[in-house]
């Protein structure tokens, strides 16, 4: 079937600027193959049903649209956590920055370094689950980024893994385009975190795969910002074992565009599945999460919890669907979206979903969006709290549901305490 005229115009200005990467000739028949997924498909436009809300036209454009650098006068996120720190500096790893990439029960490896290597595990996962990932809805931003993405890092992890690998991405030039793609794979009874943070570039297209294997764990939190112009596009795509747990956490502030995809596939017993997310915008600020989760599998849970915060005209999106297959029964499956708006400016606008073939599950979701409860402001404000200070106080109370989701104490602190000062810099 002929793609629409505008997708393919927009598609062959895309791929003209573009040149497919060289390598070894698996990872060459990886690219070719999503490149082929790409022009069956075409890139997204404002008529596909998962972008009616979110206009791609920034981050299909052939050239990337400048992004103000912000200065870097706050410490570091993640800062004082003991973790292995990976820098990529415009989408290019910084040797020099990084820490030594040797630690105890991983694996760690350039996607530059194993692509051009005949032999590498990540041969058997490149581009798989983001092709799985393409069903029912496509994903060419996704495809794109496994076509063309040199470099992201190969994890491997075979035990419990000390301490977190942390991602760092800076932002140095203001039309900088980076594309990364990181493969991650949990063996059997193995353990990892991965933690992410910064502004990557300009236009930022990444790609996640992440196999978690049978009793295995597999532990996400990232922070979003701090250049607010910048614009990005991310994708987790998920594939869960026996028995194994998925957790992730996403935190954004500022950023005048960011689309956030997840994708998680639970096909193993008693598997566990947690994406999770809070977002708070002022102004030029359009945040969208879509998350579609399929159980296939028996007596498994997912959990999607989404809080955002909106002020001065931002924008909020949610797209959420919960797939339960024919024969998964015993499916725990929970979704709630909510927004807290600041003013009448602002919108949220949500769409969820849930598609079931079993008879045994227990599936429930739910969206809200509303002001602030002027009860609870009031009975702070006859306490003596100042009125700046008590909003800030039940805007965090909003979004505690969402920062539970995130196991690891030390990590939950630091973020908290950067939607602490985020509210503090935009009090009146």
């Known amino acids: ?83 292995l720190k990976v820098i990529f500096v415009d989408g290019v790893f910084d040797a020099d920055a990084s820490d030594d990439l040797s630690l105890e029960n991983v694996e760690i490896t350039r996607l530059a370094d194993a692509a051009t290597t005949d032999i590498h595990w990540s041969k058997d996962m490149y581009g798989v689950l983001e092709n799985r990932g393409q069903t ?19 994890i491997r992890a075979t035990g419990k893994v000390s301490k977190p690998i ?25 353990e990892v975190t991965v933690i992410e943070n910064g502004p990557a570039a300009a236009r930022f297209n990444k790609a996640m795969e992440v196999d978690v294997a049978d009793n295995a764990a597999f532990h996400h939190v990232r922070a979003q910002g701090r250049d607010h112009e910048r614009r990005a596009v991310t994708h987790i795509f ?9 957790k992730s956490f996403t935190l954004t502030a500022n950023g005048v565009m960011t689309r956030n995809e997840c994708v998680i596939e639970l096909t193993g017993n008693d598997a566990v599945a947690h994406v999770a997310g809070a977002a708070v915008g002022d102004g030029d600020f359009h945040h969208d999460d879509t998350v579609f989760v399929t159980h296939d599998a028996l007596n498994c849970e997912s959990r999607q919890v989404f809080k955002k915060v909106l002020r001065n005209g931002a924008t909020g999106v949610f797209q959420g669907k919960i797939l339960v297959k024919e024969g998964a029964q015993k499916t725990d499956g929970y979704q709630i979206s909510q927004s807290l708006l600041l003013d009448e400016d602002s919108q949220f606008l949500a769409k969820p979903e849930l598609e079931i073939y079993a008879d045994d599950v227990a599936c429930s979701h739910g969206s809200t969006s509303g002001a602030i409860d002027e009860d609870a402001l009031f009975y702070l404000r006859s306490r003596g709290v100042p009125a700046d200070k008590a909003q800030d106080m039940l805007v965090l109370a909003f979004l505690a549901e969402a920062l539970e989701e995130i196991e690891n104490e030390d990590i939950a602190a630091d973020l908290l305490s950067r939607l602490e000062s985020w509210l503090a810099r935009r009090r009146p």
Not at 238 to 246: D, K, R, Y
């Open 1 to 83: 079937m002929a793609l629409p005229e505008i997708k393919q115009n927009a598609t062959e200005a895309r791929l003209a600027a573009l040149t497919l990467p060289d390598g070894a000739k698996w990872a060459v028949e990886a690219r070719k193959a999503a490149l082929g997924r790409l022009q069956s498909m075409g890139l997204p436009s404002r008529r596909d049903e998962y972008w009616k809300y979110t206009d791609p036209a920034h981050l299909i454009s052939p050239d990337a649209p400048e992004a103000a650098i912000f200065a870097a006068d706050e410490k570091p996120v993640f800062g004082e956590i003991d973790t």
């Open 136 to 154: 029912p809805v496509p994903r060419p931003l996704a495809a794109l980024n496994t076509a063309f993405a040199t470099d992201g890092l190969m």
């Open 166 to 190: 942390q991602l760092t991405y800076h932002h140095k030039a203001r039309s900088s385009d980076a594309t990364l793609h990181h493969c991650i794979r949990v063996e059997p009874g193995a």
């Open 238 to 246: 998920a594939h869960l074992g026996n028995e194994s747990v998925f």
